[in-house]
């Protein structure tokens, strides 16, 4: 450790500012004569306090700093407390307390704001001496982890900012006992007693330096946010302040608010380490929560209770979730008293409850949560039970679960007042169903109802009661429906209840709707309760007839009278698009228009034409109303844009307005412009000109704009430009020049008036362009360019630049000097290049000339690149090319060498030839003889040696000689594909083929071999069952009694080896399938039928079958065999258990019979009863409702069941005792 210092923000830390260190940080812990004292060497504890931090540089050079409340072991190797260096306005004090020694950095009366920290020492004086700091070595396997700060609780607008810059607080260092553990256990974050030991402390230092009153020592420390002198003495610190203090009363409020802001953060620590509150008297619906107060001490501390008391009154916050310890939390009590009671809790629910303390603006951290679940009570009350059918003399009645408050609900009590209607109630239903049909009751008459939950803990209240009714006779026929209101495409009708109908009774009714002429009847458009709907979708001005039918549950009425409305007439559609009828002038136009398409099913009886001034169409104004197709618009603006549209209106409505046409009338020309003034300074062969609108535009917008230019000696104007733009550059100018310019406006109307003339003057220009530029080819790869000087325009030319380049649009500089040649190298032959060269002046570059162009002459070519081998599917196409080739022109088979195992297949990419054709390319193979090969980029090299690398290179030809050679490439050839092996068959059955090959374990087996296993099917052909490097395989889904074909070969890297020789395997025939157990019927007390499920004939063979008995526990005795599906057994014996198994046996040619496995036992228990004679275990034959039920044996599979449910019964025990005494 170099270097340690207390701060509330630490800042960065320079490290030219520390000296190195030249003690290392321990490693292992500390030894034993390091513990106990009797070493050179001992452990000193650096107290960090909270709102603190404590920096330290570890051996590998980067810094650590650990902030408070925290503990950190110090290394004194000498065993003496050193000398401690404090910053400026601190002093450093050792007191002795129970054998340890403590060493404090206090703050001094006289400590000025603006001294500099330890870290940061003021630049004019030397730097304060660390050779002190270097006895002090961190222990890094007892560092504390660093913890949080517990921040204050700003309340107002007021109050103090989060940017502050604190003071520095009491750096302690306190000498640890010699018989105390070294163990990190021992070093834990400040805890309550931690800061009432902190406290003691600091009452004893104040008592001997006398320097604070006693009563103020007593009282508790007011908040940093309401004290008066704080933010006074934040300014001071932070140089903000407004005005200047004595330097005595400064120090004195600086000290005493140091150690306010200390007691405020300690206090603060103390009210976080309120206790868990503890619950009692839980209840289904409320508990009590019983707290402690933090403030008060142990019996055997012997602290001074009126150092900690605050002046406020201490109140607590009590917060509950129901979602999880870690769920959103509510605030359930805020106030003083440390006893609450909860209520308006759930039923059976988990609860975390939690507490904190608050003490003025001060407010501590939550406590620990504390979980309960409260009691389970009786259901909720449900709702009224609801209607869901019924006729004249029956309700069906239905209700949901209420909550059951973590009980289920077992019974449901429905009460009802038997149509008495005075309020007294009889129980009709008592049950765990969730409805009830209630019978016997009269017509149209009245029933109240009420429902109850019942559970375990008791009955809940009972539901509001609710009142239903019963059906009655079929209603009257209602009266005819009535308009409400109609519009275009609807009409809303109504309907009254028949009258003779009772209130009580739901009547339902039907609305049909005929169209008149349509000829299709009446047709319903509404079934439901209501007495009036609207009938959608119709057409204008159409007669519609209705009725309506009232029906019930016991059937319908007769349809009412019939009645007539008719649907309104539309409003008509826009008219079309005005036009003008003639020429406009200037103050007026005739308008003129078609009448709409639609009128709506009404006549139009007249049109209204609007006109607006402005483009925005904000304001319309009417300007003719009538019945006529044409209107004249006068009085109108001269030059003025209009926006005309018409509507017309009929019995229906106004329709929406025409697309709106846009008039203009005549302007006149606009008056003469200011004159053009110069924008900027003026250039060698351009102007910048620039001129304002006239005043007078002449009634339309000036759209456009004519500058006229002229020499000043010849005064002959021309147009250099026309546009709307207000500026223009002048370009194309001589150097040096005076010009005269004009400028005049125009309109739809045409020009006006040219404005007065502006004279201006050209600057100096940059040199003219250089002629074409002479390039002559020394060789291919070097070329001159010469050039001549061009007209420099009043200035000498001070050098040229010249550009080259492979295309036009990209060249660059490769040459800026005064010479007039320059020789460019390293080029590329037979390419064409480009060049261009500008002059430059003191007055700028000029253009570039022309540019030139030039072919560099042909050379050999370019060195062949990129070279790989043939991929085995390309190697395959050349050799089957190149054997087509050698059949049509030898004549032979030359496959056999084209082997991959004795030949190289190349690629490469075709390299610049450099102006002249490639006619061929030389392969180089090292030792062997060079290969010339014509003008292909593949080749097959052949006759090599198998699995043999070779070093190939390639170089290219053409007419003028032979490039370079390209890289070496290595290449090597592959091993010969391996030979087929030997095919067995391992196991075999009527479905199945084991097959196997080869000797998984043999030496020389690489999983780089593969196999291909294939089979004929029918067509004669081979389809691939398995390929792989496995050694055996299992054809499934065959057939019985099948021969089958199979081969195989074996593949690697090399290639494909050759096929195997076909081998045969036949399939077995197979056994019947197993039968389901026996089925027994009991005849009498000693006679019974056996039956099973017979099975088909398998292609053609019989089946007969073999009924096995055992009696008690004997072995199984064959009793019938035969082709019968059933058996009579007599002869039995009462009170013995017999058990029977039957299987299927297929009758076949060779082997005879073949047998497939016994069904499960059925078993038959007679015994002597009086009213049975006996039972089947099994469940075949039908038992009376009185009968006793005997006792039967397990079989196998119920065992096994048994024994499954039983293991999982006893894991989800496990699971839940884990998950309630482990987890929770």
Same mark, same amino acid.
């Given at each position: ?134 006895? +002090? ?65 600091? !009452? ?98 012997? *602290? ?142 009245? /029933? ?95 007669? /519609? !007839? ?144 620039? &001129? ?141 290049? +480009? ?41 395959? *196409? ?118 196997? &090959? ?28 398995? !390929? ?15 021969? /089958? ?70 072995? +199984? ?20 258990? /017999? ?86």
């Amino acid at each position: 450790m170099n270097e340690g210092a207390m701060a509330d923000h630490t800042p960065p830390l320079e490290p030219g500012r520390l000296p190195a260190s030249d003690y290392p940080l321990l490693g292992p812990p500390p030894p034993a004569g390091m513990v106990n004292g009797d070493g050179p060497q001992q452990v000193i504890l650096v107290q960090v306090n909270a709102g603190e931090a404590f920096t330290i540089r570890r051996d590998d050079g980067q810094f650590q700093c650990i902030t408070g409340p925290a503990q950190v072991p110090m290394m004194s190797p000498n065993g003496s407390v050193p000398p401690i260096y404090v910053p400026p306005g601190y002093i450093s004090q050792v007191i002795e307390e129970n054998g340890v020694r403590r060493v404090l950095v206090l703050p001094q009366r006289e400590f000025h704001p603006g001294s500099h920290s330890p870290l940061h020492p003021p630049s004019a004086g030397p730097a304060p001496p660390h050779s002190h700091l270097s006895t +002090f070595i961190p222990h890094p396997a007892m560092l504390p982890q660093p913890l949080a700060i517990y921040p204050a609780v700003v309340s107002g607008a007021g109050d103090m900012a989060s940017q502050f810059i604190p003071q520095y607080h009491a750096l302690q260092f306190c000498e640890q006992d010699p018989h105390s553990s070294h163990a990190r256990a021992g070093f834990v974050p400040r805890d309550e007693r931690t800061s009432k030991t902190y406290d003691r402390l600091q !009452k004893k230092i104040k008592e001997r330096q006398g320097g604070l009153n006693k009563d103020k020592s007593g009282s508790p420390p007011s908040s940093p946010q309401k004290s008066a002198g704080r933010t006074s003495w934040l300014d001071g610190r932070n140089g903000t302040g407004k005005g200047q203090e004595p330097a005595a009363a400064s120090r004195t409020t600086t000290a005493a608010k140091a150690e306010l802001d200390e007691k405020s953060m300690a206090f603060q620590v103390l009210l976080s380490a309120i206790s868990k509150p503890v619950v009692t008297d839980i209840q289904a619906r409320s508990a009590v929560l019983t707290w402690s107060s933090p403030l008060r001490s142990d019996s055997g501390d012997g *602290e001074d209770k009126g150092e900690n008391d605050p002046r406020d009154p201490l109140s607590y916050e009590v917060t509950v979730s129901n979602t999880g310890k870690d769920g959103k939390y509510k605030t359930a009590y805020s106030g003083e008293d440390l006893t609450v009671t909860l209520e308006a809790l759930r039923p059976a629910t988990d609860y975390h409850a939690r507490v904190g303390a608050l003490c003025d603006h001060l407010q501590g951290h939550s406590s620990e949560a504390v979980s309960f679940t409260t009691l389970s009570c009786e259901p909720d009350t449900p709702a009224a039970p609801r209607k869901s059918s019924g006729n004249k003399n029956t309700i069906l009645l239905q209700w949901k679960a209420p909550c059951d408050n973590g009980s289920k609900i077992q019974n449901y009590i429905l009460q009802w007042d038997e149509g008495k209607g005075n309020g007294e109630f009889e129980q009709c239903y008592y049950g765990p169903q969730k409805q009830h049909r209630v019978a016997k009751l009269l017509p149209a008459s009245k /029933y109240t109802f009420r429902l109850a939950a019942k559970n375990d803990l008791g009955t809940s209240a009972f539901s509001e009661p609710i009142s239903l009714f019963t059906s009655c006779s079929v209603p009257a026929s209602p009266p005819r429906p009535a308009l409400l209101k109609a519009g275009v495409t609807w009409l809303t009708l109504q309907w009254q209840r028949p009258a003779s109908s009772p209130k009580d009774d739901d009547i339902l009714y039907t609305l049909e709707m005929e169209e008149d002429g349509s000829g299709y009847g009446f047709k319903p458009k509404y079934d439901g309760e209501e007495v009036s709907y609207t009938i959608k979708n119709l057409c204008r001005s159409t007669k /519609y !007839k209705f009725r309506v039918i009232a029906y019930n549950t016991e059937g319908k009425s007769v349809p009412s009278q019939v009645a007539e409305f008719t649907t309104c007439p539309d409003r008509p559609a826009r008219p079309g698009l005005p036009a003008l009828k003639g020429r406009p002038n200037s103050h007026s136009f005739r308008l003129a228009w078609e009448a709409p398409k639609d009128d709506g099913g009404s006549e139009i009886t007249k049109y209204s034409v609007e006109i607006s001034e402005d483009t925005s169409e904000a304001s319309w104004k009417t300007v003719y109303s009538g019945s006529a197709l044409e209107h004249m618009c006068e009085g109108l603006k001269p030059g003025c844009t209009y926006q005309v549209r018409v509507s017309c209106i009929s019995s229906g409505g106004q329709s929406p307005v025409s697309e709106s046409l846009r008039v203009e009338t005549l302007p006149v020309a606009p008056g003469p412009c200011l004159p053009p003034r110069v924008a900027g300074k003026p250039k060698a062969r351009e102007l910048q000109l620039r &001129w304002g609108p006239p005043q007078v535009d002449g009634g339309s917008a000036v759209s456009c704009y004519s500058l006229q230019m002229a020499c000043v000696q010849t005064e002959e104007y021309r147009e250099v430009y026309q546009g709307c733009d207000p500026d223009y550059t002048v370009s194309g100018l001589l150097p040096g020049t005076a010009y005269s310019f004009k400028v005049r406006a125009g309109n739809k109307a045409g020009y006006g008036p040219l404005s007065e003339q502006c004279e201006v003057t050209t600057c100096p220009g940059a040199p003219e362009q250089c002629k074409v530029l002479q390039v002559a080819c020394k060789s291919p790869t070097c070329a001159v360019i010469r050039w001549e000087t061009p007209q420099c325009n009043g200035a000498p030319v001070a050098e040229y630049r010249l550009e080259w380049g492979a295309a036009e649009g990209s060249m660059q500089t490769c040459y800026s000097g005064p010479a007039l040649s320059h020789e460019v190298r390293g080029l590329q032959p037979a390419t064409y290049y +480009f060049c261009r060269v500008l002059a430059v002046n003191a007055a700028g570059a000029g253009p570039f000339c022309e540019a030139a162009t030039c072919q560099t002459p042909c050379s050999v070519p370019a060195a062949v690149s990129n070279i790989h081998a043939l991929e085995d599917s390309e190697l395959k *196409e050349e050799m089957e090319v190149a054997g087509d080739g050698a059949e049509d022109g030898a004549g032979r088979d030359t496959s056999s060498s084209f082997c991959p195992s004795s030949c190289l297949g190349l690629r490469w990419d075709t390299p610049c030839d450099h102006g002249a054709e490639i006619t061929s390319y030389c392969i180089d193979l090292g030792d062997r003889q060079p290969i010339v090969v014509g003008p292909v980029t593949r080749y097959i090299i052949q006759n090599l040696q198998p699995e043999t690398s070779y070093r190939i290179r390639i170089q290219a030809l053409n007419s003028l000689g032979s490039g370079p050679f390209s890289h070496i490439v290595r290449l090597k050839t592959k091993a010969l594909p391996p030979l087929p092996p030997r095919l067995e068959c391992a196991a075999i059955s009527h479905q199945t083929l084991k097959l196997r &090959w080869g000797d998984g374990s043999a030496k020389g087996s690489s999983d780089a071999v593969q196999y291909e296993l294939q089979m004929e099917d029918k067509n004669g052909r081979f389809m691939s069952l398995y !390929k792989g490097p496995c050694h055996t395989h299992k054809v499934q889904r065959l057939n019985e009694s099948t021969s /089958y074909a199979l081969r195989i070969r074996a593949l690697n890297e090399a290639g494909e080896g050759p096929f195997s020789d076909v081998y045969t395997f036949t399939t077995p025939l197979s056994p019947p399938g197993p039968l389901k157990a026996p089925r027994i019927d009991c005849l009498d007390d000693h006679s019974c039928d056996v039956s099973w499920d017979p099975v088909p004939p398998m292609k053609g063979d019989s089946i007969i079958y073999t009924l096995q008995c055992m009696m008690g526990n004997m072995a +199984f005795k064959q009793v019938y065999k035969g082709s019968a599906a059933s058996f009579r057994l007599s002869g039995l014996q009462q009170n013995t258990e /017999y058990r029977f198994r039957v299987c299927a046996i297929r009758q076949c040619q060779a082997p005879s019979e073949l047998s497939g496995p016994y069904s499960s036992a059925a078993v038959l228990s007679l015994q002597r009863s009086e009213t049975a004679a006996g039972s089947i275990a099994s469940g075949a034959g039908p038992r009376g409702p009185d009968a006793e039920r005997p006792r039967a044996s397990l079989t196998d599979e119920q065992c096994a069941a048994l024994i499954l449910v039983l293991f999982a019964v006893i894991s989800i025990l496990i699971a839940f005792v884990i998950q309630y005494f482990v987890i929770k």
